[in-house]
């Protein structure tokens, strides 16, 4: 086992739910420290620690008591709510990401992971195979919380040698959870009615197209940039990483195949301006290169997968999912 000791911020969302259970394979049950604002939904493996990532002296408390080395920050708010709300969403975005840098410096931690997004495009970004280092132009108050906390990253990288690493993730797609207010949840929505063999309203026009990427393939890419030596990374800001790129549609369509009485019907809302506003895929040459990533699932293998693992917790639970 190694010997890192491991924060996670925002350990009961989409993400961290998933990641936690595969940092605790890697660093041992003692090895990491799960933390969110809200009390753990089910009963929690190791150590956990209630937290609102805005209360810094808390963050330090915690990080002291712990002898915490590393930080995974997922507690934000996401494109959908922060729209809704965009002087919070900023609040909890950038006050929350700058007190964990602060921490980070103060007390001389290792590394700091903090998730970017495809919220950081639009305006004039390039919509198709987007570049790494192109226009930025967000179009929603997440978007620019996601971009200015890249420049963050950047700047305590090299003004205070902080190690933080970033990925731009595209809409991830998971069975374990349920995603917390974004764009692209309609596509992890959409499995779950299926399988419940409900029909599906979808808030998206069909034909939008968004990067997606399977939640296996998300957490591994998060441990790899994690894991990849210092030296092999040109930046410290949002690496863009790819998997699939897929509209309603297309994933109604995949799953006719499956269930052939499955009902979609379309009413878009206010999310459409903010998908129109994102890009159709990305150019993650670089990511390739630096540290070696490369994807494994593609919209069929991934609709196998979660078909599969919806159909079993549907039968263990006896009920609806
Ligand atoms: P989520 O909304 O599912 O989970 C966020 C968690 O943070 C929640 O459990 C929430 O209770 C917690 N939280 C919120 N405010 C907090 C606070 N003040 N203090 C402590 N905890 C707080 O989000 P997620 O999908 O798991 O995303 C995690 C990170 O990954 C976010 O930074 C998000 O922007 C980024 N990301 C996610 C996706 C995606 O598709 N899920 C895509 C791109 C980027
Ligand atoms: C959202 O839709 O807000 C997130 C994201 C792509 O950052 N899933």
Known sequence: MRKDKILVIGSEGQIGTVLSQALRQAYGIGGVVTSDLNPPRSAVIGAFEQL???DGERLFEIVKKHKITQI??????????????????WDVNMTGLLNVLEV????????????????????????????????????????????????????????????????????????QSMPGGGTTDYAVEIYHKAVAGEPFECFLK?????????????????????????????????????AMSFSPSDIATVLKV????????????FRQQIAESWVDGMDDSQARADWGWKHEYD???????????????????????
């Open 206 to 242: 069909p034909e939008t197209r968004l990067p997606m990427m399977y939640m296996p393939d998300a957490v591994r890419a998060t441990l790899e940039l994690m894991d990849a030596p210092v030296e092999k990374l040109s930046m410290h800001y949002g690496y863009n990483v790819s």
């Open 104 to 175: 980070a410096r103060q007390e001389g931690l290792d590394k700091v992971y903090f998730p970017s997004s495809i919220a950081v495009f639009g305006g004039e970004t390039p919509k198709k195979n987007t570049p790494q280092h192109t226009i930025l132009q967000p179009q929603t108050m997440y978007g620019i919380t996601k971009e200015v906390g890249e420049h963050l990253a950047q700047y305590y990288y090299a003004k205070h040698k902080v190690d933080v690493r970033s990925i731009r993730y595209p809409g991830l797609i998971s069975y």
């Open 52 to 54: 609102n990532v805005l």
């Open 299 to 321: 919209l069929g293998t991934m609709t196998q997968d979660m078909l599969l693992n919806l159909q079993k917790i549907k039968e263990k639970s006896g009920a609806k999912i």
């Open 258 to 269: 499956h269930f052939p009485e499955f009902k979609v019907t379309y009413k878009p809302d």
């Open 72 to 89: 995974y920050h997922l507690a934000a708010m996401l494109s959908a709510k922060g729209e809704q709300n965009p002087k919070m969403a």
